[in-house]
């Protein structure tokens, strides 16, 4: 940010400094918040804001990262872990201030950080979206905590990366900070990640498994579904019920009413029936499928899921009776992008590069129906994605006829995500499948990008 533009703003505690945008309101923060900044308010819209904090720390990287982390699910109502990566407030520099890149052509850090992504549940009842940066300098624990509308995560991104890195400590912690301020946690780490990065990586998949959770709906027989798609404008006999079990259900679930649809009963049906933008998750584990659907009616959204990642492989509750129902919810349209993520099982996960990223297409078929032979030259990280579940996933958004170029992963648990695609292979000059490890925060913002793409009739911009 140019000079021009920008306010630079002290610390409460004189600890930190930073710049902020010239429009951006910097505000006086609770004693434990250092600095905190908004951007002016707007009505009836989230206000994107930024609260950091510095606690005296002699401890991990790794163990900081698992104290914020646990903070963050703890203290948050409905806080989900949506990833966690690595990231550097500075950037590495050569002699000649030219920015140095590592192996894979990207920037290469400075020092050691972390990003953690988040959802949680704010005071007014919307679900929000934050990253905090965290990183150590100068003895101190330094976390920025940025939070946006769970849509416009994808507009600021930049700017609260450029706010967090114009960060600067002015001084050291002396005595009276550090009495009572002390982070103590220990981590586990993750061994694989450990060792292929060199550097200490704290174990992520309780978060992961905790992510997992679609949430509380109510529990619909597929003929249940199929026949609220129906009963528009349909006057239901008083004895009608008594012979026929799929409207006895419907009136137990509340969806029909004095032999009416409900007001919940007729938001389901229209949005089955007359929805413009239709999105389809189809995941599959060995040879069984399984399906999330959701139909968007304007500020709305149906949901409704079959068992997805959580119940499927990790074995998370469902229905105690019926496995094959389906879990309904109606949600705010700013909230498809949450459940997607849960139902998927996209959750924080160290993203390793495979030694063999190219493998034969039989060989990938094969160990998507279950076991198979290990791809020739594995290593430690492709034995350990090979050996885990997997739960294979495809996104379809469908609006007006016109389908939104779909996107297919696989799900490797711990190991994460991995998005699959063809390629032909340069040593071998063979078309295969091309396996190319990605973080669940782009994930995300691939949900809402396609989602808003089908909404508002524009192309995609995260392919």
Do not use: C
Request: net charge negative; glycine share 8%; hydrophobic share 40%.
């Amino acid at each position: 940010m140019s000079a021009q533009s920008t306010t630079r703003v002290n610390g409460i505690g004189r600890v930190l400094t930073m710049e902020i945008p010239g429009t951006w309101v910097a505000a006086e923060p609770s004693p434990e918040v250092e600095l905190f900044a908004t951007m002016p308010p707007a009505e009836n819209e989230f206000t994107p804001n930024i609260a950091v904090t510095a606690l005296p720390y002699t401890g991990t990287l790794a163990d900081f990262s698992r104290k914020a982390m646990s903070s963050l699910a703890s203290d948050l109502r409905e806080g989900r872990i949506v990833n966690v990566d690595e990231w550097a407030q500075r950037i590495a520099v050569n002699d000649a201030d030219v920015v140095v890149e590592d192996e894979y052509g990207l920037p290469q850090a400075a020092h050691e950080g972390r990003l953690i992504e988040y959802t949680h549940r704010n005071p007014e009842g919307e679900t929000v979206y934050g990253v905090d940066y965290l990183y150590l300098e100068n003895g101190w624990a330094i976390q920025a905590s940025t939070t946006t509308s769970l849509p416009s995560r994808i507009i600021f991104d930049d700017a609260f990366q450029q706010i967090v890195r114009s960060i600067e400590v002015l001084r050291s912690p002396n005595r009276d900070d550090v009495e009572g301020r002390r982070i103590e946690i220990g981590s586990t780490l993750d061994r694989i990640a450990t060792a292929a990065e060199k550097v200490e990586r704290e174990e992520l998949f309780e978060e992961l498994a905790r992510s997992a959770s679609i949430g509380v709906g109510i529990w619909m027989t597929g003929e249940a579904l199929a026949r609220t798609s129906e009963l528009q404008d349909a006057v239901l006999g008083r004895l009608a019920a008594a012979s026929d079990p799929v409207l006895a259900e419907l009136i137990d679930l509340g969806i029909v009413e004095n032999g009416r649809l409900s007001a919940l009963g007729e938001l389901i049906s229209v949005a089955l029936t007359e929805s413009v933008v239709r999105v389809r998750l189809t995941g599959r584990f060995g040879d069984g499928e399984t399906m999330l659907q959701i139909f968007v009616l304007g500020p709305w959204a149906v949901v409704a899921a079959e068992q997805g990642y959580g119940p499927r492989v990790l074995n998370q509750p469902w229905h105690p009776d019926d496995p094959a129902r389906f879990n309904v919810q109606v949600l705010p349209v700013t909230e498809v992008t949450s459940a997607m993520l849960r139902w998927a099982g996209a959750g924080p996960a160290w993203n390793l590069h495979l030694e063999v990223p190219f493998i034969p297409i039989p060989l990938f078929e094969e160990r998507l129906g279950g076991e198979a032979p290990l791809p020739e030259g594995a290593g430690p990280v492709t034995g350990a994605v090979w050996q885990n579940p997997w739960f294979s996933w495809g996104l379809d958004v469908e609006t007006n006829g016109e389908r939104v170029d779909p996107i297919h992963y696989v799900n490797a648990g711990d190991r994460g995500h991995y998005r699959i695609g063809l390629a032909d292979n340069p040593v071998t000059g063979a078309g295969e499948v091309l396996l190319l490890p990605t973080d669940s925060g782009f994930i995300s913002r691939q949900f809402e990008d396609s989602l808003q793409a089908a909404i508002f009739g524009r192309p995609t911009v995260l392919s």
